[in-house]
């Protein structure tokens, strides 16, 4: 079975987890993709986000939420007066999945088997910064910590706790909100994002 629990260095610092992370061959993700993307901030923070995984450019560039998913997360950061320095971000899965097209790349969902066998990461993040509250961001994440069967429209927004995490909250992913059908959906989703950012950060503080 697919786990990265062997390649998780023993010492859960920030400097030894991205040390070991260009190593991990957890799962078969590693081989295609450019590089491994750690997570961002640092260790003295007390909100924790966690996304999906790597896009196009995020692979490119090895750093997280740096494509437009990123923008309109950095707009709900912006809009609650929350400092990016204030955060630590990282993904559920750590490598981009992709279908190529052309000279696209386009995004693949993870698997449920790579969003698990990636958890070992998560969990030695969690365990270096120990933030108050984990901010899922979307529903890959919410499953690695939240379970299979979360629902995230009915749950998102609520102080949870699992053995994973004591306090973890779930809310939609950035990308659903540049997805979203039309005006009224794209505002909504939005509202909830930077709501839900915003009760997360009163929650740490
Ligand atoms: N960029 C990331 O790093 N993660 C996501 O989930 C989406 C965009
Ligand atoms: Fe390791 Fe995660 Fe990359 Fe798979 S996706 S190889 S488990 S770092």
Redesign the pocket.
């Known amino acids: 079975i697919s786990t990265a629990a062997p390649f998780v260095p023993a010492k859960h610092n920030l400097t030894a987890i991205r040390e070991a992370l260009p190593h991990c061959r957890g799962c078969e993700l590693y081989r295609c993709a450019t590089q491994v ?1 750690p997570g961002a901030g640092r260790a003295t923070v007390s909100i924790m986000l966690v ?5 196009d450019q ?1 692979d490119l560039q090895g750093k ?4 437009p ?2 923008e309109v997360l950095h707009r709900a950061l912006a809009e609650i007066s929350l400092d990016p320095a204030q955060i630590y971000v990282t ?1 559920a899965v750590k490598h981009f999945k992709f279908v190529r097209n052309g000279k696209r790349r386009l995004h693949k969902n993870p698997r449920m088997s790579e969003i698990t066998a990636c958890r070992p990461w998560l969990l030695a993040e969690f365990d270096a910064i120990k933030p108050k509250i984990v901010l899922c ?2 529903a890959s994440a919410a499953k690695s910590i939240l379970g299979g069967t979360f629902g995230l429209m009915r749950d998102r927004g609520k102080i949870l706790s699992t053995p994973f995490a004591e306090h973890v909250m779930a809310t939609v ?3 659903a909100v540049l997805r979203a059908r039309d005006h009224a959906t794209r505002d909504l989703l939005f509202r909830h994002l930077r709501d839900d950012l915003e009760a997360a950060f009163k929650f740490a503080r």
């Open positions: 993307v996304g999906e995984q790597p896009g995020e997280p939420f740096v494509d998913a990123g993904n961001l979307g992913h950035p990308s």
